[in-house]
């Protein structure tokens, strides 16, 4: 049997390896097993074995033999090292036979790339024509036309139609009958009395009041400033040519306009006797003549009026402008 063995054990001993001899001795001690084999044998590297009563010693020795033939004949891919510590320091952590998950960590988003402003683009240039279109429409706004409640004075005939127009119009009347209708209540107009004609124009004299009264209404609803703007626009749109005739806005809260020179001699020379009776625009073509031929010494007096109302005019406005801000 000593023989096979050290066969064997040279076999071994020339590929390099260790030689694990299980035995068959059933001894009770170490003692025994270390004696169940030669000196020579125990010296080469060769560890004996007891079938079922191993050592601590040749544990350690089968596991090293067994890992050194598993790298050499090892042909799957193994895991990292990083990852095995790390499994291993998981499991040490939780406990055998428990595997905590660690959540993977999330990729942060890569930041988006901020967007390039579009460069505006630019207008052409408006027109002259385009220019007045726009001016002649603020000028519109700022006139009120659209707000200033109506105060002409209504006819008779136009109150004595609005009242019977109600009785006879249908919605689904047309042009000519409408005109048929009209004529009918021209000729019942006619055939009126003298105190039936009076009770309309009566009536259409209290529309006229109510109208002046919306009006005051509404021109206290504005500041003197508006009101003074309003009518500003509306000489500017009689200056375009927009319209023909200038209605201002009466308010008597807003100071009264400078006056300039011209109109203080204009008011000193029409008390003259000469000027009684004569129309106003004969008058001013007599007044504008004589001015031109004056000369600086003589209208200094009516300039020096005219600085003096300047300062009179400005001081109520401001004055004016104030109060309205405070309120």
Do not use: C
């Not at 270390?34 to 004996?48: K, N, Q």
């Not at 136009?158 to 919605?171: F, G, P, Q, T």
């Not at 206290?220 to 309003?230: D, F, N, R, V, Y």
């Not at 504008?288 to 020096?304: G, V």
């Amino acid at each position: 049997m000593f023989s096979q063995i050290a066969l064997a054990t040279a076999r071994q001993l020339r590929a390099g390896t260790t030689l694990v001899v299980r035995t068959a001795v059933a001894a009770s001690t170490s003692s025994t097993t270390r004696s169940a084999a030669p000196s020579f044998l125990r010296r080469s590297g060769v560890i004996f074995q007891q079938r079922g009563y191993a050592s601590t010693r040749s544990k350690k020795t089968a596991a090293e033999s067994d890992d050194t033939a598993a790298t050499a004949t090892k042909t799957k891919k193994t895991r990292p090292a990083a990852a095995k510590s790390k499994k291993s320091a998981d499991e040490g952590a939780t406990g055998a036979g428990a595997r905590a998950k660690t959540p993977r960590a999330k990729k942060e988003a890569a930041p988006k790339k901020p967007k390039k402003a579009k460069a505006p683009k630019q207008k052409a240039p408006l027109t002259e024509e385009q220019k007045l279109k726009l001016k002649i429409r603020l000028l519109r706004q700022r006139a009120l036309f659209k707000e200033d409640p109506k105060t002409h004075r209504v006819p008779a005939w136009s109150a004595y139609v609005s009242e019977h127009m109600k009785d006879v119009l249908n919605e689904g009347d047309d042009t000519e009958t409408r005109r048929g209708y009209f004529k009918k209540l021209a000729v019942q107009w006619k055939e009126l009395s003298a105190a039936e004609k009076a009770h309309y124009q009566a009536k259409a004299d209290k529309i006229h009041q109510d109208g002046l009264a919306a009006r005051a209404a509404w021109v206290l609803s504005k500041t003197p400033m508006e009101i003074q703007a309003a009518n500003y626009a509306r000489h500017a749109l009689k200056r375009l040519g927009v319209t023909s005739i200038v209605h201002p806005i009466p308010d008597d809260r807003r100071p009264k306009g400078q006056r300039s020179a011209f109109l203080f001699f204009s008011m000193s020379r029409q008390k003259d006797s000469t000027f009684a009776g004569k129309p106003k625009a004969e008058v001013a073509k007599v007044l504008s003549k004589e001015w031109a031929s004056m000369d600086d010494a003589a209208k200094q007096p009516y300039f020096d009026n005219a600085a003096v109302d300047k300062e009179r005019y400005r001081s109520e406005r401001a004055a004016t402008a104030a109060a309205y801000a405070a309120a």
